[in-house]
Each structure stands twice: as C-alpha cells, then as structure tokens.
Nanobody, 122 residues
C-alpha cells in the first residue's frame, strides 16, 4: 500500500506559477495510475489531471494548456506544474494512486495524501 505526501502549495498572484509535489513511499508509483484532485470550499472534489501507462496524461478542460502532470519514477514522486494561475484555481489539492481503465475512466484508490492548499489572490 502506497503512502502519499503532498507539498508545494502556497499563496500566489493571478498569472503566477506553483509546482506541487506528491512523494510516495511503500510502493513504486509506476504500478499505479496517479492523479491530482482539488476541492474548493462549497464545491465537489474534481479530477484535475492524471497520468497512466506509458505516461499518458489527461486533464480537466479548466486546466488544459496551463497545468502539466509528470512523474519521476526514480524519485517516486508525482508533480503538478501549474502556470497562469487563476483565482478559480484556489483549492486544496490532493494526490491519489488508482487505476485508469481501458475506456479512459479513472478509479481512485484508497491511497490519498493529506492535501496542500493553493490560494490564488491579489
């Protein structure tokens, strides 16, 4: 069972950038599909980005062209590079280890991080 710890969040101005990290232990991340979720106050948790087999990536429409998910298997770490940040990106961001089906649907696993707060404000 993999354990996940998110870091890298903070306060940035609109148009700024942040790089989130998700450090994994207890298992090698290459055996999982990995995903970033976010949840803003009063809103449902939403899938932001995922990375699967052969490093296939999928993004929510709201972040396409601005966010990039990647992983470093040697360091057992997943990253989310966030550029051109907007106030609506403000949320707690969570990492997850799960499964990506052949139809392209992501099934979250029980392995979640504690979350890291991202605040975009002037």
């Amino acid at each position: 069972q993999v354990q996940l710890v998110e870091s890298g969040g903070g306060l940035v101005q609109p148009g700024g950038s942040l790089r989130l990290s998700c450090a994994a232990s207890g298992s090698d991340i290459h055996i999982y599909a990995m995903a970033w979720y976010r949840q803003a106050p009063g809103k449902q948790r939403e899938l932001v980005a995922l990375i699967g087999r052969a490093d296939k990536t999928v993004y929510a429409d709201s972040v396409k062209g601005r966010f990039t998910i990647s992983r470093d298997n040697a360091d057992n770490t997943v990253y989310l590079q966030m550029n051109s940040l907007k106030p609506e990106d403000t949320a707690v961001y969570y990492c997850n280890a799960g499964t990506l089906s052949n139809t392209g649907r992501y099934y979250p696993g029980d392995s979640w991080g504690q979350g890291t707060q991202v605040t975009v404000s002037s």
